[in-house]
């Protein structure tokens, strides 16, 4: 069940670093990574609750994952969940705990790239 | 040392400052953060500190090489599935995390001092804090109901921590003759898992009903209403007819003694003899709350909603079974939800800014058969101090539904499981 570690690929940045003097291009996507690191400190209230069912494409679960999804996606099936216009099991009952604001909020920090949120590789 | 990640994070951060002209400080003394408890709670809320600032100094305190997960526990009583399946180890932490160093430190915590901000360990030595988080779920209370004491539990198991108490009870099950009586007692609220004991009817039903067709199962319970009871009565009259009795506090269903040499639950009402009891006795916080001066009279921990910062001990945060969730259930899911609103809280009181509210989510699913899944689901947030479900959302499956719903829900239950071990511990 333990899945093997490994960093992704093309990401790392370390080769970059180990040369010296460092390239204008790598402090640049340093300065981005680091922007990045504290994604989930910024998340909407109740953004951090959804990876409890929802994880990476990766583990290929019933329960859609959210990677890859625009802001304006994810609103419009909240809707959808909440008007009951779309089925589902539990997803109608939380989205009506969401007003409009609080589930723009979320979409928009869940429409975020899917490295900030999940903690397995 | 070092991993390669904090050492990039570590040049990429100077880097990054050199080139924005904005010196942000970085505090030259790492602020320390001690999570006590390595369950559902603590690790989600190690990891998620990490995630949050890969500059804090995160601990995790946990003396058990593996976790044992009680969620799925009662399916593995029922012989549908492995211990195996139960166990997540600790390999990921301590070492190399995704999100820098977790110091793991594999010690049992005996002891805090508040007031130095100071965690005890059980070799004698101590460590201190800048904020420290206690998630230490239940302890059973062997105190608490007549008769039942830590021996006790060897002949009538309670299976309310996974790992060898659920085998014994799963081998009880396997050993008793067809024809016998399985006796199951329920605690007063509050309890970890409220549908739990509900679930395990269910499934020890199923078992039954396939293996041993002839017994009983019997529920004596010191409540006269649970979670999502009337889907699991409904579904009871459909899968097992006859099999399963109930019987409510207001019947005589409160446990007041047992004797384990007969296997005896005594309630108001009269006695009743087991085959195989099951005895769930109350709880309270882990000893560790205790000790640390978080805990109240009635044994679990009072928090700010907010911060879960405890409201007897400054700096010191509860989160999961142990704390008082309000509305919220004693669960995994809350656990872990709670641990990433602690962790977001935390990360900003340690940098001195101001915590944002909250608002938390959970679901519970239960298996009343393989391939039969009823759930509930709340959305809460602070509201008069405690934590408050959102009105108008939440809610159990409904009552009517096609099968497909039900196969549905017992699908979900299992890949919720894979998505949030694999979140905690993969
Ligand atoms: C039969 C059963 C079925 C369940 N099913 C579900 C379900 O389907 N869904 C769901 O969401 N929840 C379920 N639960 C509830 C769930 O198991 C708990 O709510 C959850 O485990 C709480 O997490 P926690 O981290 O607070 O505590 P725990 O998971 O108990 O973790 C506490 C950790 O702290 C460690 N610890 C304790 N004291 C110390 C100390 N002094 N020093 C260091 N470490 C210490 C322990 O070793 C342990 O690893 C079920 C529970 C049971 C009993």
Redesign the interface.
């Given at each position: 069940?333990?899945?093997a570690?490994h960093r992704r690929g093309g990401r790392?940045?370390?080769p970059v670093?180990l040369a010296a003097p460092?390239p204008l291009a790598a402090?640049?996507l340093?300065?981005a990574?680091?922007?990045s690191?504290?994604?989930?400190?910024d998340?909407a209230?109740?953004a951090?609750?959804?990876?409890?069912?929802?994880?990476p494409a990766a583990?290929s679960?019933?329960?859609p994952s959210l990677d890859g999804h625009a802001a304006d996606e994810i609103v419009a099936q909240m809707h959808a969940f909440r008007s009951g216009e779309r089925k589902a099991?539990?997803m109608d009952?939380?989205?009506?705990?969401?007003s409009e604001e609080?589930t723009r909020a979320i979409a928009e920090w869940l429409a975020k790239p899917e490295a900030a949120r999940?903690?397995?590789? | 040392m070092p991993s390669r990640r904090a050492l990039i994070g570590g040049v990429a951060a100077s880097v990054a400052a050199a080139v924005l002209a904005a010196p942000e400080v970085r505090a030259q003394t790492q602020p320390g953060v001690i999570v006590v408890g390595g369950g559902f709670a603590g690790a989600s809320c190690a990891r998620a500190l990490k995630r949050m600032d890969r500059d804090l100094a995160v601990t995790l305190i946990e003396p058990e090489a593996a976790y044992l997960a009680c969620p799925f526990s009662n399916a593995v009583i029922a012989g549908l599935r492995g211990i195996e399946a139960q166990t997540f180890s600790y390999d990921q932490f301590g070492s190399y995390d995704r999100f820098g160093d977790i110091a793991l430190i594999r010690k049992r915590a005996v002891g805090v001092d508040a007031e130095r901000r100071r965690v005890r360990l059980d070799d004698g030595t101590d460590i201190g804090y800048t904020r420290l988080v206690l998630a230490p779920g239940v302890d059973l209370r062997f105190d608490a109901l007549p008769g039942y004491d830590e021996a006790a539990s060897a002949i009538m198991p309670h299976a309310w921590k996974a790992g060898a108490q659920t085998l014994l009870l799963r081998d009880q099950l396997a050993a008793m003759p067809d024809g016998g009586v399985v006796i199951l007692s329920v605690p007063p609220n509050p309890f970890r898992c409220p549908p739990g004991p509900y679930e395990r009817a269910s499934l020890i039903a199923h078992y039954l009903k396939t293996s041993k067709p002839r017994s009983k199962l019997i529920i004596l319970d010191a409540k006269d209403a649970f979670s999502k009871q009337r889907l699991f009565e409904a579904a009871w009259q459909e899968l097992y007819p006859g099999l399963i009795e109930w019987v409510p506090l207001s019947s005589g269903g409160r446990v007041t003694e047992v004797d384990p040499a007969t296997r005896t639950l005594v309630t108001e009402f009269g006695n009743h003899q087991a085959d195989v009891a099951n005895v769930i006795p109350p709880q309270r916080a882990g000893a560790i709350a205790q000790s640390a001066g978080v805990a109240d009279q009635t044994g679990w921990c009072p928090i700010d909603p907010v911060t879960f910062e405890s409201r007897l001990q400054p700096a010191i945060h509860v989160i999961g079974d142990a704390a008082i969730g309000g509305a919220m259930p004693k669960s995994a899911f809350s656990a872990n939800a709670q641990a990433k609103a602690c962790a977001a809280a935390v990360a900003a009181l340690v940098r001195e800014r101001r915590p944002a509210q909250p608002k938390l989510i959970n679901t519970c699913y239960s298996l009343v058969a393989p391939g039969y899944g009823i759930s509930i689901a709340g959305v809460y947030q602070p509201r008069d101090g405690l934590l408050a479900e959102v009105e108008g959302a939440g809610g159990t499956s409904p009552l009517e539904a096609p099968l497909s719903v039900r196969e549905l829900e017992a699908a979900y239950a299992q890949d919720w499981f894979r998505t949030i071990t694999s979140e905690v511990f993969g």
């Open positions: 069940m333990r899945r570690k790392s940045p370390a670093l460092v402090i640049v340093l300065a990574l680091v922007a690191a504290p994604a989930w400190a998340a209230p109740g951090a609750a959804c990876s409890g069912c929802h994880g583990l679960s019933a329960i099991t539990v009952r939380i989205a009506r705990g969401f609080e999940h903690a397995q590789p | -």
